[in-house]
């Protein structure tokens, strides 16, 4: 509890969680609060010449270039970013503890093999990787996070790797030992506890990292695909007009920025709060 | 230490085989058929199963990985399906302009984030730092493609100071390699703070200052040669990071490099290029490790490598 406390009294923590509930209602309801449909085209939508409305009174935030209303689609692309954030962090950050623990607890060839695998990982350029999976599959929402989720879970899986070694070292995992505790036993109510703070500070940091990485792939045009709007691929949509309609890209982008520097800001937040180590450092 | 290097040598040849093992894996996966694709639409089934044997695609896929394996050991990663030329002759004329856009970026990287970082530890709390603090989160929250579009559109579209993209001098090269060195840099200012902070407070500093050195010199002559030391194998490894926005960064700006050469390989689906890119990288993120592993212990004395 005191930890929350403490995490809600820095002014930055608190303004990113703000920004995240709001991105969360927003997805959550997104049916109910977004001003039209998103996938409508409106013909007043477009000015006499065809091209996209600035922000103004009917349009929020203007018009993309078909005449759709740009709030709606932003709307109804929170929830694709928080979706693809969550799914594909919950699933690397599952592969990356599970790893992880397996090869710093059983050690032996196991563990050296799986370690191994993963500096492999390590030297694949992670964006490349990505493009090329997701130009192997049909991009659909799902495959859009599974591949991210095959390409993030690597760097969890080296620090669970190292603190799990760490921590089999210490004496009261040699205690349990010799008192008959069994692996699984050991691995589940000793290792597993004392490894939840960096897993949860992990959980948090890597949603950052995957909504930049969907909103890259979205961008490339092989991450979610249209209509799905998403608010990488509403950038994706616009690029060749961002030099007469910069809303376009900017409106979306900024939504980006900032709910990947809200992510960050939190997990950095509780890092520090929850590793005693760190305090004072900075 | 020749065991050493030859042990990493050797390792690092491994982590390569693996990587186009994996990726020649991962496009024998690939449902659409090249085949197909070089002979258009209107080609018989027979015409596109001639191509097929041709190419070679109608072996399992451990024929054709050693076959592509036996290539590569004599320096032949295979012709691409669509230009219709060698990849290495592809690759090289694509090599330079991304090597001169690396060096760039990782010169701004290291200029903006060391000055910052050296600021940011010697008056900690100052503006310098603040910058540096909200310069390291925006680092990595912000997608390159959108700091690249907002430079585009502020420096090139609104200031006209900057061409719009494409290849060409100097000043075709500072909005990209910009983009790429100032999202880079907060985490060099972030280590070269720490690292500074942590020489600083090192006893041959207060004895430095205490012979009566001037602040300037102790910091210039004896904290950051100090400080830079754990730098040094960062830039090794930033290299994988660094890839992945050249392939971004060269399709904003169209900036005909390795990473558009990539970029567009995928979409023709090309899989000789696409391999041969990821080759590439692969040497680069391995050979940065590698050689950043090797440095160490040379700057470093104190780093005893029999502990590795």
């Known amino acids: 509890?005191?930890?929350?406390?403490?995490?809600?009294?820095?002014?930055?923590?608190?303004?990113?969680?703000?920004?995240?509930?709001?991105?969360?209602?927003?997805?959550?309801?997104?049916p109910w609060l977004s001003p039209f449909d998103p996938s409508e085209q409106f013909i007043e939508g477009l000015s006499m010449e065809g091209a996209p409305l600035a922000p103004g009174d009917i349009y929020w935030l203007g018009t993309d270039l078909l005449g759709r209303d740009l709030l709606s689609r932003l709307i109804y692309g929170a929830r694709t970013s928080l979706f693809i954030g969550l799914v594909a962090n919950g699933m690397a950050v599952l592969i990356g503890t599970l790893v992880g623990l397996t090869a710093g607890f059983l050690r032996g060839w196991l563990g050296s093999a799986l370690m191994r695998f993963t500096d492999l990982m390590m030297a694949f350029p992670a964006l490349l990787l990505a493009i090329a999976l997701s130009a192997i599959f049909q991009p659909s929402v799902w495959i859009v996070a599974l591949v991210i989720a095959m390409v993030n879970w690597v760097q969890v899986a080296r620090v669970i790797y190292s603190e799990t070694i760490a921590l089999s070292a210490r004496d009261f995992v040699a205690v349990e030992r010799t008192l008959g505790a069994s692996s699984l036993r050991i691995l589940f109510s000793h290792l597993l506890p004392h490894l939840l703070p960096t897993i949860l500070v992990w959980a948090t940091l890597g949603i950052s990292t995957t909504v930049l990485l969907e909103a890259t792939l979205s961008y490339l045009g092989v991450g979610v695909q249209p209509p799905?709007?998403?608010?990488?691929?509403?950038?994706?949509?616009?690029?060749?007009?961002?030099?007469?309609?910069?809303?376009?890209?900017?409106?979306?982008?900024?939504?980006?920025?900032?709910?990947?520097?809200?992510?960050?800001?939190?997990?950095?937040?509780?890092r520090d709060e929850l590793d005693p180590t760190l305090q004072g450092r900075s | 230490?020749?065991?050493?290097?030859?042990?990493?040598?050797?390792?690092?040849?491994?982590?390569?085989?693996?990587?186009?093992?994996?990726?020649?894996?991962?496009?024998?996966?690939?449902?659409?058929?090249?085949?197909r694709q070089i002979a258009g639409r209107s080609a018989t089934p027979e015409v596109v199963a001639g191509i097929?044997?041709?190419?070679?695609?109608?072996?399992?896929?451990?024929?054709?990985?050693?076959?592509?394996?036996?290539?590569?050991?004599?320096?032949?990663?295979?012709?691409?399906?669509?230009?219709?030329?060698?990849v290495t002759e592809l690759l090289g004329s694509r090599l330079q302009p991304s090597l001169e856009l690396m060096a760039a970026g990782i010169g701004f990287e290291l200029l903006i984030g060391i000055s910052l970082g050296v600021i940011a530890a010697l008056r900690r709390g100052g503006i310098a730092d603040r910058l540096l603090t909200a310069l390291s989160f925006i680092g990595v929250s912000a997608p390159q493609f959108i700091a690249a579009m907002l430079f585009l559109y502020f420096f090139?579209?609104?200031?006209?100071?900057?061409?719009?993209?494409?290849?060409?001098?100097?000043?075709?090269?500072?909005?990209?390699?910009?983009?790429?060195?100032?999202?880079?840099?907060?985490?060099?200012?972030?280590?070269?703070?720490?690292?500074?902070?942590?020489?600083?407070?090192?006893?041959?500093?207060?004895?430095?200052?205490?012979?009566?050195?001037?602040?300037?010199?102790?910091?210039?002559?004896?904290?950051?040669?100090?400080?830079?030391?754990?730098?040094?194998?960062?830039?090794?490894?930033?290299?994988?990071?660094?890839?992945?926005?050249?392939?971004?960064?060269?399709?904003?700006?169209?900036?005909?490099?390795?990473?558009?050469?990539?970029?567009?390989?995928?979409?023709?689906?090309?899989?000789?290029?696409?391999?041969?890119v990821t080759t590439i990288c692969a040497v680069a993120i391995v050979l940065g490790n590698l050689i950043a592993d090797l440095v160490i212990p040379l700057i470093d004395p104190r780093i005893d490598i029999k502990k590795h």
Request: glycine fraction near 10%; charged fraction near 10%; hydrophobic fraction near 55%.
């Open chain 1, 228 to 270: 799905t709007p998403s608010w990488g691929n509403i950038i994706f949509e616009s690029q060749t007009y961002f030099t007469s309609a910069p809303w376009l890209v900017f409106i979306p982008g900024a939504a980006i920025i900032l709910l990947s520097l809200a992510f960050n800001l939190v997990g950095d937040a509780l």
């Open chain 2, 1 to 35: 230490m020749l065991t050493f290097i030859g042990r990493r040598i050797g390792y690092s040849l491994l982590i390569l085989l693996g990587v186009s093992l994996i990726t020649y894996l991962l496009l024998f996966m690939l449902p659409a058929d090249p085949a």
């Open chain 2, 52 to 86: 097929r044997a041709q190419l070679g695609l109608d072996l399992p896929f451990y024929q054709q990985y050693a076959h592509y394996l036996g290539n590569l050991l004599q320096g032949d990663l295979g012709r691409s399906y669509i230009q219709r030329s060698e």
């Open chain 2, 156 to 276: 090139a579209v609104q200031l006209e100071w900057f061409p719009m993209g494409g290849y060409g001098g100097l000043k075709h090269l500072m909005l990209p390699a910009l983009t790429l060195g100032l999202l880079g840099s907060g985490w060099y200012s972030r280590m070269v703070r720490s690292s500074m902070i942590e020489v600083l407070h090192q006893d041959f500093i207060r004895t430095a200052r205490a012979k009566g050195l001037s602040r300037a010199r102790v910091v210039l002559r004896h904290v950051l040669p100090n400080a830079i030391v754990p730098i040094i194998p960062m830039i090794g490894i930033d290299i994988g990071v660094f890839m992945g926005g050249l392939v971004v960064v060269e399709s904003v700006f169209g900036w005909p490099g390795i990473g558009q050469l990539a970029w567009q390989a995928i979409q023709q689906v090309d899989i000789p290029v696409i391999v041969g």
């Open chain 1, 1 to 30: 509890m005191s930890t929350a406390v403490a995490l809600l009294r820095r002014p930055t923590v608190a303004v990113s969680l703000l920004y995240i509930v709001l991105v969360v209602v927003l997805a959550a309801l997104a």
